[in-house]
């Protein structure tokens, strides 16, 4: 069994759905401390042939605090919301699947969750099944009582626990995990790296490795399922 695990990103970019695709069950790794200026409830789109960041209103966002308790504003929340859908208005209007994928986005932020972690999570498998991708999910707090372990042991553990036969982690983790150590308990161990897919956006220059929004708009699921295929594993 292929397994993955990694925090709750909002509308991540394509090379989490890489990961996805490339696992039988992907787990949410969301009893680990918040990343301040990370990607959890952050990305870019194309305004303007440019990227620009967006950003959901946290109220209580800390390195102290585990993703699963970080709360999104409450006060905020709305008037981004509605910031953010005419900025996905403007800036896509004229995209090919603008009207489908807007609809999905308004379905992703139909109902204010209180914490980013479930709003996060929600983002992911409305896209992965959209995507008609076939991969398992798991929330770790839901599953796993391991925080005392932390690093390599826990996901070891996490292995261990789901009898995984291989793990895969994003290539940035290089560092942190160690080959050999996983192939003493009987686990290959990969790491994905997204190879860059260009595809018609708006102007001839091409803006790589934005929100998984970008590619939604400009590219029909067959096309994606290819981009997804375009990564290097190490």
């Known amino acids: 069994m292929k397994l993955a695990i990694m925090q709750p990103y909002f509308m991540p970019y394509i090379g989490y759905f890489q990961l996805i695709n490339a696992v039988d069950k992907f787990i949410f790794y969301d009893d680990v401390t918040f990343i301040k200026q990370g990607w959890i409830n952050r990305n870019q ?7 620009k960041m967006f950003s959901i209103p946290l109220s209580n966002a800390s390195s102290h605090v585990l993703i699963k308790d970080v709360l999104i504003s409450e006060s905020a929340y709305q008037k981004w919301k509605k910031s953010f ?5 403007f800036s896509y209007k004229k995209a090919k699947n603008y009207s489908k994928i807007n609809n999905l986005i308004e379905k992703i932020l139909e ?3 209180e914490k ?3 709003l996060a999570i929600k983002s992911v498998i409305e896209v992965a099944q959209y995507l008609n991708l076939k991969t398992e999910f798991e929330i770790c707090s839901d599953v796993y009582s391991n925080t005392y372990l932390s690093g390599q042991n826990r996901v070891l553990d996490i292995c261990r626990s789901e009898k995984a036969t291989t793990y895969i982690n994003p290539f940035g ?3 942190l995990y160690s080959q050999s150590i996983f192939y003493e308990k009987n686990i290959e161990l990969f790491f994905i ?5 260009i595809y018609p956006q708006f102007s001839e220059e091409f803006v790589p490795f934005l929100s998984i ?3 939604l708009m400009f ?5 994606i399922h290819e981009q997804l295929d375009n990564f290097t594993l190490l």
């Open 45 to 51: 789109i194309l305004i303007n042939n440019q990227a």
């Open 85 to 89: 859908l005419n900025s996905i208005f």
């Open 111 to 113: 109902k204010k969750p």
């Open 116 to 118: 980013i972690s479930e």
């Open 173 to 175: 983790g290089m560092e």
């Open 193 to 197: 790296k997204a190879n860059k897919s």
């Open 213 to 215: 929004i970008d590619v």
């Open 219 to 223: 590219n029909d699921i067959h096309d």
